[in-house]
């Protein structure tokens, strides 16, 4: 579970059904003078301002955490390459050949060593999600024909992680699976 | 005076919509329920009922603003009844034939059908083209829509007027109101991405009728599926602000809102924001130019100044400490915008690319554009909708459904939303006809949705035999 991101939107949410109930209930209340907002105008100027700062600090701090910036100055020491078809993933140590396309049965990397996976299809779009051993979702990418989308990530847990394609890719999309193992 | 051929015009599109909004939300409970494998469904009817509930629900939605925006209109200028009637008409041949196109012809490529998904996904070999023509007929006539009230206005105002420019200098002698400057950028917008759905159309047709001689690129197909996609569904939102723009001030008894410079400059802004905010939906093509990944970001965070900034600010100040005439009309607009904001939070949550990177293809995607949908936009129009058939009707409302209308949307809609959000946060993927047993929360929390969106459900119905009654009435009165 990515707790965070849950508690955040539940922070900003509360903050916000908050403000929005206790404007409601001043319109309700019966002692009000109907005096309304004062220099609402003004206030309003301000609101925007202020929202346009929080929103650029919150763009310069996670815009650099995308994940084309990530281990980007360095060099992987391992390559997978995956092929996505319907409704499975070939994954292999070496380029795949797309008109007979065959993919290792195993696929082992070592933990805290640098992976790059090169990733595309051969028929359809498809996702290319990995899941952690707990099946909490780490990294992903899209496996799209004609393209190929390299994914660098640095596994820091051993144990069993799985692929689960996150792109709607047809009627067996639900079973479309692969794994991996981290030493 | 609005005229009579209006009012019955805007009523047959009150009825409509909210048929097939009950048929669709049905179609969205059945796909819950079957993933809480209370009901079973074969992947192929599952994700047949997907696409049919995706496209049907952007459909209605975005029908159901441009009726509210037509009507209102006719306050300013004076729209064309065939346009109107002739969107009716394509809207309806459109959605059969998607119907047929899907239910028959068992085409499940999805709502977005992205390429080459619809060339590979069907069980009838005609069901592709139907369905790429249903697209084609819906387009055309909203095109027709849109550009006749774009026409329309500008028989009144100037270009800088309608665009609101001259508040930009001191002193502005003409006045624009601000209905017509959100219907004008949100128009300009639609025309923008129904034009991209053109050359969308255009290209996968060369593809289906050359027979593989002419094969497309499949991310500029992706890039102009969502500039098409995520614009219309953004758009209709902004459908909707327009109507609370003109209608919650008179609901409520307080003055009109104005046009002030910065409300101009913010909706001009928006109209470059909301065309380039689409990019969103390619985060996670790597091959993407990261230029326009970073401006996918950029533009999502801003969309939210004007719109959220503005509207929510104007809001709060005609409501604070103010007294208020309150009935359910300008009680669904206030809580359309408070969920038009909660959703919003959770999209922008989503469109930070580093968050993207977890949360891309679960069931968060659902969970936030069903908020500012299901808890948004639609209670704008049910806002408008119950605004209107009360508007005729020489009997006021008694009010005693009112507290209960609302409580089955609110509480329906917060229950059926956080069985998503938390479905999301667990990594649980979207657009899944059955799951995994490696998630042991997906089928519980699915079960929880489809049982709230049955609360929510009964509140849609108690509106639609409420609001129904008196548009059916207004069809078929004599007089005007």
């Known amino acids: 579970m990515h707790y965070s991101i849950l508690v955040l939107f539940l922070i900003l949410a509360v903050i916000s059904i908050s403000v929005f109930v206790y404007v409601f209930l001043t319109s309700k209340s019966n002692d009000n003078q109907s005096t309304g907002m004062a220099n609402a105008l003004q206030k309003r100027f301000w609101f925007i301002l202020i929202l346009l700062v929080i929103l650029c600090i919150f763009a310069s701090v996670t815009i650099p955490k995308s994940p084309y910036y990530q281990f980007a100055d360095k060099q992987p020491s391992k390559v997978i390459h995956v092929a996505a078809q319907q409704f499975n993933f070939i994954m292999s140590n070496n380029a795949i050949d797309p008109k007979s396309p065959v993919g290792d049965a195993y696929i082992t990397v070592d933990a805290n060593e640098l992976v790059e996976f090169r990733v595309t299809s051969l028929d359809v779009n498809h996702g290319f999600a990995i899941y952690d051993p707990a099946f909490k979702l780490i990294a992903q990418t899209q496996a799209m024909p004609g393209y190929i989308n390299r994914l660098r990530y640095q596994f820091k847990e051993p144990g069993l992680y799985h692929i689960l394609c996150l792109e709607y890719c047809g009627m067996a999309h639900q079973v479309m699976r692969s794994y991996f193992t981290v030493k | ?480």
């Open chain 2, 1 to 480: 005076m609005i005229a009579s051929r209006l009012k019955k015009i805007t009523s047959l599109w009150v009825v409509i919509v909210l048929l097939l909004f009950v048929i669709s939300i049905i179609l969205g409970i059945l796909m819950r329920l079957n993933q809480g494998d209370v009901i079973q469904l074969s992947p192929v009817t599952f994700y047949t009922d997907m696409t049919v509930h995706g496209l049907t629900m952007i459909s209605i939605w975005y029908v159901a603003g441009m009726a509210a925006v037509n009507f209102i209109m006719e306050r300013y200028v004076t729209t064309s009844k065939p346009a109107n009637i002739i969107a009716l008409v394509f809207t309806l041949i459109g959605v059969l034939m998607l119907w047929a196109s899907t239910f028959i012809g068992k085409f499940h490529a999805g709502w977005t059908f992205l390429y080459p998904l619809p060339f590979k996904e069907m069980l009838k070999a005609w069901a592709t083209p139907l369905f790429l023509f249903s697209i084609a007929v819906l387009g055309v006539g909203w095109l027709i829509w849109c550009v006749s009230l774009i026409a329309g206005m500008l028989k009144k105002y100037s270009l800088a007027q309608v665009f609101a420019w001259q508040y930009f200098r001191k002193g502005p002698k003409t006045e624009t109101p601000p209905f017509i400057l959100i219907s004008m950028i949100t128009l300009v917008g639609i025309v923008t991405c129904l034009l991209a759905a053109v050359i969308l159309l255009v290209l996968l047709f060369a593809e289906y009728f050359s027979k593989g001689a002419f094969v497309n690129d499949a991310l500029l197909i992706k890039n102009l599926t969502y500039f098409f996609g995520h614009t219309i569904a953004n758009e209709m939102l902004y459908l909707g602000l327009a109507v609370i723009y003109e209608l919650f001030a008179e609901i409520s008894g307080k003055p009109k809102w104005k046009t002030t410079w910065y409300v101009a400059l913010a909706w001009n802004c928006t109209l470059f924001f909301i065309l380039t905010a689409f990019f969103h939906h390619l985060y996670m093509d790597f091959v993407q130019p990261e230029g326009l990944q970073i401006l996918g970001q950029l533009a999502s965070y801003l969309a939210s100044l004007p719109a959220a900034g503005v509207t929510v600010f104007s809001i709060v100040v005609a409501i604070y400490r103010t007294k208020i005439n309150w009935t359910l009309a300008n009680l669904l607009f206030f809580i359309g915008v408070m969920g038009w904001v909660v959703g919003g939070l959770g999209a922008v949550i989503d469109a930070t690319i580093s968050n993207n990177f977890v949360l891309h293809n679960t069931l968060w995607v659902p969970a936030h554009f069903h908020t500012y949908n299901a808890m948004g936009n639609v209670l704008f129009s049910l806002g408008f909708f119950y605004w209107f058939s009360f508007q005729f009707s020489n009997k006021m409302d008694d009010n005693k459904l009112s507290a209960l209308k609302l409580f089955f949307l609110v509480f329906g809609g917060i229950g059926f939303l956080a069985a998503f959000y938390i479905g999301g946060a667990d990594s649980i993927p979207r657009r899944y006809s059955n799951y995994p047993d490696e998630f042991p929360l997906a089928k519980t929390l699915a079960i929880i949705g489809g049982s709230f969106a049955t609360i929510y459900l009964i509140g849609i119905l108690l509106f639609f035999v409420n609001i129904s009654k008196r548009c059916v009435k207004i069809l078929f009165s004599r007089s005007s």
